[in-house]
């Protein structure tokens, strides 16, 4: 059965901290990840990954893939208040998107 | 429109009503998925169109969840006896080409099932 596990759940940082989250998947026929951030409403696309090793980068916020091992990380750096989200990793495979249950990140000032 | 665009925004029904929730996506776009989203959980797929045609409906829960989207564009998600169990928000999404493309979502409808 296909699945998507992010980790952790929750965490609290300070803001300036840099937050690490990660992403665990198996799916059959992967095609693409994506991240998304989700505040009180619709979830905003981030980042779509295809290739292992490629970074991408938008201001502060990174991603990178490893296909031989199956996941995906989301960094972000001198985080502000404003980035406190739930963060989710939705992964493609055999004709649909499965998306994990998230992290949810709080920045404190 | 500029973006995909949901309603109602909130849908308060008794139990065994039937309710409607409708998804206006970005305009050319050719995708439409449906999700279900429970409180701290990630969305669940419902459904998927691309255009007219519903090409997977694997996710819907139960013959009570009925989705269409006639002429290819605007969607509507029908849940016939709504049930408490059903009570959630319904997130559509959008997407310009075929599936393996970024997903633009709507601001969901909540529903609550009293």
């Known amino acids: 059965e296909d699945k998507v596990v992010q980790s952790p759940l929750s965490l609290v940082v300070h803001e300036g901290d840099t937050v690490t989250l990660n992403c665990s998947y198996e799916v059959t026929n992967f095609r693409s990840l994506l991240w998304y951030k989700q505040e009180k409403k619709a979830p905003t696309f981030l980042f779509m990954l295809t290739s292992s090793g490629i970074e991408k980068k938008s201001g502060r916020l990174s991603s990178i893939l490893d296909k031989k091992e199956l996941f995906s990380i989301l960094n972000i750096t001198a985080t502000q208040t404003g980035d406190s989200a739930i963060y989710l990793c939705a992964v493609m495979g055999w004709g649909k998107f499965q998306f994990g249950a998230g992290t949810q990140v709080v920045v404190t000032p | 429109g500029a973006g995909v665009s949901q309603s109602p925004r909130y849908k308060v029904a008794k139990r065994g009503q039937d309710v409607a929730l409708r998804c206006d996506p970005i305009?050319?776009?050719?995708?439409l998925f449906w999700y279900q989203q429970a409180l701290g959980q990630g969305p669940e797929f419902l459904t998927y169109f691309q255009n007219e045609a519903q090409l997977d409906k694997s996710g819907l829960p139960s013959d009570r969840f009925f989705a269409e989207r006639p002429e290819g564009s605007v969607s509507t998600l029908k849940i016939q006896r709504t049930q408490q169990e059903d009570s959630a928000v319904y997130l559509c999404a959008s997407s310009l080409g075929q599936v393996n493309q970024p997903q633009h979502f709507g601001d969901g409808t909540r529903l609550s099932i009293l």
């Open positions: 305009s050319g776009h050719v995708s």
